[in-house]
């Protein structure tokens, strides 16, 4: 009898030191994750109500390889991917490992996931993967979280090497909620080299109008070359209206396209963008374009950039064709930008006072005062 009472007291006590130590795994995995050294990249809930479940869109296919994909839903627990839909999430989510999609990218994976009002969000971290192959890698992957607020990090590995087709289009589209400075590495795309893809920044940033600030890299294409393709910065960054001062080096620095424009190629790119100040070196830059220009190339690419005051000159070559009927691809193009005191060159001759004079009015330069010669140039150019 007495044998038996102490097998019991060990028995208990083993238990109390397994329970023990499995809740001490818990308490550091929480830990860790709450220091942040263990989360790859997080979701953190700021503000209102959790959800219960997060559901990521059903445009993503979810990770080639379950195994290896890993989610934390706020407990501190890692997980392999099962389904689409996180369940019993509390305070924050995280992922890390391998998300990649049998495509080797991340298409529409977070799309409208964060998007209640009734919670307010922040990202953090990183996804672990860098995609396999580029093509709309990180299409749709943020569209319409509309309830985040603050990127503390770089949430998507930097992309090097060839540029591929819709690979950013509409990546952040209508994330208005984001306010201040976009961090260092975002969309840092000054590692890419050879020649544009179609869409590749279509929509990109589209109306996130409470980032005040870009990082170096930013949508920097000063190492592309070749000819371009069409809608390549179409939308990139309409109405981002909060952005103050100069932009980025190399940002949309088309300086090293040659062949034909293309169809849409700056089309509203920076649309209503009236915060900043400077244009970089290289911005627009079609000095080495020859041939037709294409429909709706430069329609209102820089419309209400009001607040712009360097004398930026904007170079197109002289064997771009234009006549007084295809003219029309400029309408608004540099319109409303009323303390810019710059100048669009043909060649090595003002545009305006070189090639055919609209055969109606387009507005290229209404309201774009400051111009040299603003007052004296054809009413259907204003």
């Not at 393709?229 to 103050?244: D, I, L, Q, R, W």
């Not at 080096?249 to 920076?270: I, N």
């Amino acid at each position: 009898m007495r044998r038996a009472i102490i097998a019991l007291c060990v028995l208990a006590a083993v238990l109390e030191c397994a329970a023990g130590d499995q809740w001490r795994n818990m308490l550091m995995a929480r830990h860790r994750a709450a220091a942040g050294t263990d989360v790859g990249f997080r979701v953190t809930f700021l503000t209102g109500t959790t959800p219960t479940n997060i559901v990521l869109h059903a445009s993503y296919t979810g990770p080639a390889t379950a195994a290896a994909a890993l989610y934390d839903a706020g407990d501190g627990v890692w997980r392999a991917y099962t389904a689409n839909t996180i369940s019993n999430v509390t305070g924050y989510v995280a992922f890390k490992g391998n998300w990649l999609n049998a495509a080797g990218g991340y298409q529409g994976m977070f799309y409208s996931t964060f998007a209640s009002a009734a919670y307010t969000c922040k990202f953090s971290g990183a996804l672990e993967t860098t995609p396999t192959a580029f093509s709309s890698c990180y299409r749709d992957i943020f569209r319409g979280c509309t309830a985040v607020t603050a990127i503390e990090d770089n949430p998507l590995p930097i992309l090097t090497g060839t540029p591929a087709a819709s690979m950013f289009a509409y990546a952040c589209y209508d994330m208005y909620g984001v306010t201040g400075s976009l961090p260092a590495g975002f969309m840092d795309t000054s590692g890419l080299t050879g020649t544009p893809a179609a869409s590749m920044f279509a929509y990109a940033c589209y109306d996130m109008s409470g980032v005040t600030a870009l990082p170096a890299g930013f949508m920097d294409t000063s190492g592309l070359t070749g000819t371009p393709a069409a809608s390549m910065f179409a939308y990139a960054c309409y109405n981002m209206y909060g952005v103050t001062g100069s932009l980025p080096t190399g940002f949309l620095d088309t300086s090293g396209l040659t062949g034909a424009p293309a169809e849409s190629m700056f089309r509203l790119a920076c649309y209503n963008m009236y915060g900043v100040t400077a244009l970089p070196t290289g911005f627009m830059d079609t000095s080495g374009l020859t041939g037709a220009p294409a429909e709706h190339a430069f329609r209102y690419a820089c419309y209400f950039m009001s607040g712009v005051t360097n004398a930026y000159t904007f170079n197109m070559s002289s064997n771009i064709t234009f006549d007084s009927t295809n003219v029309v691809t400029l309408t608004a193009g540099f319109a409303n930008m009323p303390k810019w005191g710059g100048q669009v060159m043909w060649g090595t001759n003002v545009l305006v006072e070189a090639i055919p004079i609209p055969s109606a009015d387009i507005d290229t330069f209404q309201g774009s005062t400051n111009m040299p010669n603003y007052s004296t140039i054809n009413a259907n150019w204003k």
